[in-house]
Each structure stands twice: as structure tokens, then as C-alpha cells.
């Protein structure tokens, strides 16, 4: 039976009167690559909020590597996580090698070795600072970061979505590459429907703060996007405008 990295179970969110996530629940286990797909506004990143404890949430329970969210342990699970968000929280000023610095007193089992290797691999100069870095380096030398402390669960939230469509794809392809020589579990946050059925072994679906659909297995390897736009206005009575959900 595979390990469960990932429960959420019943989780309600409010923002003042607006319901933003609605009783969701769902499992993630060991060695699966799943797509959280959305619209913008469908209570994606929200979630992943509620995963790392940065919002709190008003009914339900989250897990993580078998330890709640809430709990006095959880800062010492959150070593096991890596996350890649939509913007660098990485400080501006600092160049790669000192961001390199800075890790190894944030990460119990930093691997400055490895962090080189990724900087040499992703062609990330040493000393350039942050702030003159582009988009999608930046990018990179986050997703470096994250896969330098032995991290037992990835959490990339929109991380291309900021990139214009050619480095957009480079960094979607270096990232599947790198899950998959890792063997890492993964999340993926993303509103692009193409990218939600290309990358990972499973799909979960939401709209309005619902999870409406999920599927793994031989149904997710045959999915296209009719289908997801099938299953997105069968909840919502509507069609998809393709500023809400990238098609393609």
C-alpha cells in the first residue's frame, strides 16, 4: 500500500462572506505527479496556502508526511517540502552562491554539492544578483533551492505562469525531468489545461472552490482538452472563456 504524503479533508475557507474553498478532500501518495487544475479564482492557490499554514482554514483538517499543518511539529516537516511559487520569494539582492549561504542555515540537510550541480545544469551565473536575473531564470534558481534539501514533497503553484509561452516551456520541461529523475511526488498547480493533462499521473479539477473532478490511470492518460472543458461546463452551466483557463 503506498504512503500517503498528502491528506486534506474537509477543508472550508472563508474570506469575510466569500466561500473561497468548499469542503474539498482529497489524498496524495507516494510517487504520484498531480495537476491541480483550475480557472483563476477556482480556490487553487488558496489551497496551497492552506497546505503550508500561510492561511489558516475554518473547518477540516491537512496533513503532511503524516504530521498536521497546525501542529508544533510542522516546522520541522516543512524541511521535507519543496515549493516553487508563481514570484521568487528569494531575497533580491542576494547573488545564487549567496542564496546558496543563506539555504544552508534555512535546511537541515542542505546539499551545497547538489545545489551547484543544479546552478551548473540550469546555467545560473554564480554572482549575478537576483534582481537582474529574468523571469525565468529566477524560476530556476527557485527550483533549485527546492531541490536541494532532500525534499520528500514538491509544490510547484503556478510557476510558469508569469513566463512568457517559449520559457514557459523550458522551465514546465526542465521541471518534469527533474520530478522524474527524483522519483518525486508532486503537486502542480496551473490554469493551463494543455500543461494539466501533459504533466503528471494524475488530475484534480476545481471550480468555485469544489473539487469536480479527479483521475489517474488509463482515464487521465486518454483525457483531452474537449473533455476537460466538457467536465468544466457540465459543473458550471456555462462555457470557459480562455482568459479564465489557458486551453492551450
Not at 152 to 165: F, I, N, S, W
Amino acid at each position: 500500500m503506498a504512503d500517503t504524503l498528502l491528506k486534506v479533508d474537509g477543508i472550508n475557507v472563508y474570506y469575510g462572506n466569500i466561500h473561497a474553498v468548499k469542503d474539498i478532500s482529497f489524498t496524495v501518495n507516494a510517487g504520484e505527479i498531480v495537476t491541480l487544475i483550475g480557472a483563476n479564482g477556482a480556490g487553487k492557490s488558496t489551497t496551497l496556502r492552506l497546505l503550508m499554514n500561510t492561511i489558516g482554514r475554518d473547518a477540516g483538517s491537512v496533513s503532511l508526511l503524516g504530521v498536521d499543518n497546525q501542529s508544533k511539529d510542522f516546522l520541522r516537516v516543512k524541511q521535507d517540502i519543496g515549493i516553487v511559487l508563481d514570484e521568487s520569494c528569494l531575497p533580491e539582492t542576494l547573488t545564487a552562491r549567496e542564496v546558496g549561504k543563506l539555504m544552508a542555515l534555512t535546511y537541515e540537510r542542505w546539499e551545497p554539492e547538489t545545489f551547484s550541480g543544479y546552478l551548473t545544469r540550469f546555467s545560473i551565473p554564480l554572482d549575478k544578483a537576483n534582481k537582474d536575473f529574468s523571469r525565468g531564470m529566477k524560476m530556476k534558481l527557485a527550483l533549485a533551492v527546492a531541490l536541494s534539501h532532500r525534499a520528500k514533497l514538491l509544490l510547484l503553484d503556478e510557476h510558469t505562469a508569469a513566463l512568457d509561452p517559449k520559457t514557459a516551456l523550458k522551465v514546465l520541461t526542465l521541471s518534469a525531468r527533474i520530478v522524474e529523475e527524483n522519483h518525486l511526488t508532486t503537486m502542480m498547480i496551473t490554469h493551463n489545461m494543455k500543461d494539466a493533462i501533459k504533466y503528471g499521473n494524475r488530475l484534480i479539477m476545481m471550480h468555485e472552490g469544489h473539487v469536480i473532478y479527479d483521475v489517474a490511470g488509463d482515464e487521465k492518460k486518454s483525457l483531452t482538452v474537449a473533455d476537460l472543458l466538457q467536465k468544466f461546463e457540465e459543473v458550471s452551466g456555462g462555457e470557459l472563456a480562455n482568459d479564465r483557463m489557458l486551453l492551450s
